[in-house]
């Protein structure tokens, strides 16, 4: 089985819930794809600002785990997300983070999420600790 | 109707979605409720980040609403979250937000997500647009 | 030695520089001031928003500090701050830094920058990784 | 004047204290230098994570400034930084900040901290308002 592959067969409940889709995986980079479906939305009808961090925390985590040591975990200590558009209902995502740097302690990674136009949606920022 | 009770008629789709609860609001402090269901969880199963993030987002959000005067809008322009303790599957947590900044052009809410048992989850502090 | 003259000992080059000066210390919390000299400014001659988190970063460290234990060594792996109001030349500001989290491998201190006045000028929170 | 020489002679105070050099400036990017004085140290002799914020901080106002129409003035109002590797004292560091963002109300400037060899230090993100 390939990485995608082996991605795609672990996702996380939360990942499914959000209708996160993955698109290429490897340590250098993670793209995936997500729609922007009415329940994802807040008022006016736009992509909640917490499903964009969500989003992208699990390209984040994703990309951390496949430059990890057999035996070692991750976990998110802490994240930035700078929201620039919104993302109205129906459209089409994509998230590409790539590591900003990947040590032994920790590694950080960061996650662009635009739409099918181009525009820049947010721009995310998190630290994974090396467990 | 009261505060509480417009807060609670104008949920927001993807607030209804996490099952964010409202306990009490005003424009010093709100204070919500969230079950950690499996859905919302990580692996293992511990509450996913973006939906701590999530969760956060739309107590600081409204918050600020609740400040806004008659006409005015707001938007999360950044949101910066540090993750302190896992919430696992199954755990009820209480998010409490207040106010760090209230003026004319931005306001800035900080919000505390703990566990029953008083565990700190993590802390949350965003940036509002006044619109 | 008491721990407040100990801490005044041993001030860092860059914390000299910027004519920090403790004020009270302890493993809960730490205060310090700060005097809005000249050449500590942007133009219009308000406090450079670098030396606000130059001092919140020090403070931040200082706490750290005082709760590692023997032989362990700390670095600021993060930071953010909110700013809120300046802080004209001339002016006495206050550091307050208490911990949010004193983890065996993480510290987090989030540090209110105050005015004589009380106002609030910048809140800072630092992830410190214990080493 | 050219744009260079017009930033280089309107040199901040603070700038100035930590010895801020503009290598070159456009509204798509700001590159400066600084070396690691001693005195802008912590212990072990490396830069003080205040003053990499400062450094940064200064570029990325700077590159809002230049895209600011005529009357208009910005402020800082958030900063995010990510420190990955230390800046030994004697060493000479490149900051080169670029846009995230450059809209209305806000711009959005990121900075990378590098050394001679090209060893990140930091990465900033800040906010800036438009006044």
């Not at 996702?11 to 209708?19: D, N, Q, R, S, T």
């Not at 340590?27 to 997500?34: L, S, Y």
């Not at 590694?107 to 662009?112: F, P």
Request: hydrophobic letters at 45%; charged letters at 20%; one cysteine or more.
């Amino acid at each position: 089985m390939d990485l995608l592959a082996r991605i795609r067969s672990e996702m996380l409940p939360f990942a499914e819930l959000l209708g996160v889709e993955f698109v290429s995986v490897s340590p250098e980079k993670i793209v995936a794809a997500m729609t922007v479906r009415k329940d994802l939305c807040t008022r006016p009808a736009v992509l909640h600002g917490g499903a964009v961090m969500a989003f992208a925390d699990t390209l984040g985590a994703t990309g951390t785990i496949l430059n990890l040591k057999e035996g070692s975990g991750t976990t998110t200590i802490e994240s930035k997300t700078n929201f620039i558009a919104p993302a109205p209902v129906g459209s089409r995502l994509t998230g590409e983070a790539t590591p900003v740097h990947r040590g032994r302690r920790t590694m950080i990674w960061q996650t662009r999420v635009t739409t099918a136009e181009g525009q820049l949606v947010a721009l995310v920022t998190q630290t994974q600790l090396v467990l």
